[in-house]
């Protein structure tokens, strides 16, 4: 694990956080965006080993334990990364 990263959830976070970047942030289709955000809650289980409602627990506005796509892709886009690297005293 690199050395900036204090923990493996703040990587698997900051994985998210590019894997939304790179690919939602370009879908313009909003049944493809939500495929690709469902898919990517099914490989937090599968291959992370992670709920992803869990892992991302501090972006559930409404305090129901669930992530909401838009909720979430706000303060992802805006702020997740800033607050990895704040964390990790780069």
Known sequence: MPESIMDVPSLK?????EVLRVYYDRLIDDEDRSWLYES?????TA???EDFHELLIRLDTD?????????TL???????????LLKANI
């Not at 976070?13 to 956080?17: A, E, N, Q, V």
């Not at 305090?63 to 909720?71: C, P």
């Open 13 to 17: 976070r900051l994985w998210i956080h």
């Open 74 to 84: 706000k303060i992802l886009s805006s702020s997740l990364l800033l607050n990895l």
């Open 40 to 44: 990517l809650q099914e490989i937090c």
């Open 47 to 49: 291959r992370l080993e």
């Open 63 to 71: 305090g129901d334990g669930v992530v909401k796509q838009l909720s």
